[in-house]
């Protein structure tokens, strides 16, 4: 019987269509810049397993420029060599032979590629690496327009030798920026809003000392921080689940509010969940059913403002990471992040329960909550619970009934000299006659 074939390869103008479409501007530069970050790590034999602080990344450098027409990223991080620049760097879609693992966060072999694409139709991406003792170059150029009118045979790019920089790296550099990204870049705040998202999306390796500059200025990390004292302690656990190692801090992050201003008023407010994959925040302030508010636990509203917590899973295969493959968002169907949800859950409902407790005797609690210290989350003390005070209900204080009544004159005078006080206040002899009258007519006691 004669088979035939019905075509099925891609079309390189698919790919590059597909590839973008659902990603962010944003999420493509971050994904460059998470690529320097998993070579640092990988070249410092340092690993983000834990929340901490340390200057194991200080030797490491990446360089962000933007400008209306030009985007660059270079880093110090130990370059790609010409072996898997040849064999995978540039495949689109992890090689099944492609080492995995080394805590980083690259898991599909794609984020270069559509990166690249999403910015713009001139790229070129070098890298030094270094061989033995000495150092080499190479660059691959891509000519997006030219590459796709080459047809849809010929996938390859070319890769070829150049002098090497005076330090292992990629630099990578694209031109002919796409409309859409010209303007993004030429509106005056974004340079800010970028600075603003590397500084929270890359504490941790910030906090370990990487160096991220933006157009020559250098970002500085996000502090997470909680506070503690005699009444207030945050909780902080570790364990390992299915290979993943989870780490969850939470506690106080700053007093909740007490005034009824409206919601709009409040500035950027840091509460809520962050959640962390091998150090790349892929949450950040979350309040919403993905950390379980307004599922397991009730909606999330302003009374709860405050409540800072941290999950940190870290794993040396990050396909067994909690995270959605734009980095951007949990992976709730992950059974790891289900059962550390459940964890979250305890440290919430405790201060669930003190906010509900605290609304009751407001005065008493703003005391327990003065002279605090505050902690990087990275310093805080393992605990296994978030210790808040037990808040007493105020004394129910009897109901009380007001009296106010007119009398002539005279006769006040009359009654405050019957009871030997002629200059008794006119308040006075209104109690001394209560009492008097309650005690004849009302007293059981008596
Ligand atoms: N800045 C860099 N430094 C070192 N290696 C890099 C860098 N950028 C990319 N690479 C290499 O290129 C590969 C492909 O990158 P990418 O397309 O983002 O996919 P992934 O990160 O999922 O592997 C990476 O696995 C890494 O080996
Ligand atoms: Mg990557």
Redesign the pocket.
Known sequence: MATHKAKANPTKAFFVRMLTRDISLDDCIL??V???I??AWKLSGARPTALQSDSSLKDYKIDITISEDTFSVS?N????SFD?AAK???TFG?RDE?ARGDY????????????VFKLGRQIRIS?TYRVDNYLQGFFVPIDVKRWLEAGDEAWDFEIEDVLPEDEP??S?LVTDLLDEVKEKFSDPTYERRLRRMLARDYMIPLMRGLQINVNSEPVSGWKLELRQNENFAPMRTKYEDERVNVEIVAGMGSPPPDDREPDEEKGLDISGWYVLCNGRIVLAADTTALTGWGASLPRWHKQYSGFVGVVFFSSENPELLPMTTTKRSVDVSSRVYQRALARMHEPARAWINYTNARKQNIETVKELEKQVVTKEVSEVIPRAELKVPEVARPATRERMANVNYSVPLNRMKALAAGFGNSRMSYREVGLESFDYAYQELADEDS
């Open positions: 994904d460059l998470d690529n320097s998993d070579a880093d991080c130990g370059g790609i898997d995978y760097a540039f992890r492609q980083s966060v690259g898991v599909y072999g794609i984020g270069m590629k559509r990166a890298s790296g990629v990578i």
